[in-house]
């Protein structure tokens, strides 16, 4: 076993965190800028099962931050080339490559046969609707994200308090990589740090990695962080829905005007702008579902909705509830 030597050598690995390492199996959502050291560096520890989630394809603006792949692969899916890239550098990893997005629907069934999930999708709708799916599994979840010179990175779930309970509110902005931009070293920092918190779960090390987020400034080159092990849940929080979960009695406004969708999420929804929303009258029980592009104006209006007394809300996030 000369591929692990250097790391069996290792006090709290040994040969019997090599085999918790073969026999273990991590989610990776997301095989993009984390996702892209996560992945190598798992691979490379020799963990048994990998399942990419991803359903975009490489383009030539990931290269730069995304080094599993090469010009050869732009226009293929990155899941699907993310996994070929992973058996060529360890070809004792078995690799499944899903091209679906991952959904408010489908996250409880994705996330229920893993043992480590990590958050790599630089979404924060689909951050939450991990971090739900994981509670409800108590299965551990590694969430990160990087903007332009800095991130971070959390252990979650699994026992630990969950992302709303350290992320209750939204961000400031829905600013991305793609609409602001980041440097390659940020989220290759910010990702091998994920792929060093999944190995410490799997080994079951002490101190846990869980209960933790860890903050990167690369600008000024300074690390923080600190422990969210007793933060409690929140009491009341909006789920993320997706168009197959509704119910038929739901109230459901589509946020999105026509000049930005021409249809609504679904042919019931009533448009409405947020300004219209302080003339909606109490929906006697039914349950309010908003809906927009990332989520983030629906959480807003939810919010602004549940100041005024309405009990039951929900969101949706048109990029990932289909």
Not at 64 to 78: L, N, S, T, V, W
Not at 178 to 191: E, K, S
Not at 218 to 244: I, M, Q, T, W, Y
């Amino acid at each position: 076993m000369t591929r692990y030597v250097r790391q069996i050598q290792l006090p709290d690995v040994g040969d019997e965190g090599q085999a918790r390492f073969a026999r273990a199996r991590v989610l990776v959502v997301g095989a993009g800028g984390l996702g892209s050291p996560v992945l190598l560096y798992l691979a490379g520890a020799g963990v048994g099962n990998l399942t990419i989630l991803d359903p975009d394809h490489v383009e030539e603006t990931n290269l730069h931050r995304q080094p599993m792949f090469r010009m050869a692969d732009i226009g293929r899916a990155k899941a699907v080339a993310a996994a070929e890239a992973i058996r060529a550098l360890n070809p004792e990893v078995v690799v499944n490559a899903q091209t679906c997005a991952l959904t408010p629907a489908n996250a409880p069934r994705v996330v229920k046969d893993a043992d480590v999930v990590i958050d790599a999708a630089d979404s924060f709708a689909v951050s939450y609707c991990l971090s739900d799916a994981c509670l409800a599994a108590r299965t551990p979840l590694i969430s990160a994200s990087a903007l332009g010179q800095t991130g971070y990175v959390g252990g979650f779930c699994g026992g630990a308090p969950s992302l709303r309970a350290v992320f209750p509110d939204l961000p400031q902005s829905g600013a991305t990589c793609a609409t602001a931009g980041v440097l390659g070293p940020v989220v290759g920092t910010v990702g091998a740090m994920q792929a060093q918190m999944a190995l410490r779960v799997i080994l079951a090390s002490d101190p846990s990695p869980l209960g933790n987020v860890v903050s990167v400034d690369l600008l000024c080159f300074r690390f923080g962080g600190f422990d969210f092990a007793n933060s409690p849940e929140p009491v009341h929080s909006f789920p993320f829905l997706s168009k197959d979960m509704l119910k038929a009695d739901d109230l459901v406004i589509e946020l999105r005007d026509v000049a930005e969708v021409a249809d609504p999420i679904v042919p019931a929804a009533v448009r409405m702008t947020s300004d219209m929303l302080d003339d909606l009258q109490e929906t006697k029980g039914r349950r309010v579902v908003l809906c927009c592009h990332s989520g983030m104006r629906a959480w807003r209006a939810a919010s602004q909705l549940q100041s005024r007394g309405f009990g039951s809300l929900a969101v949706m996030a048109a990029v990932a509830c289909t």
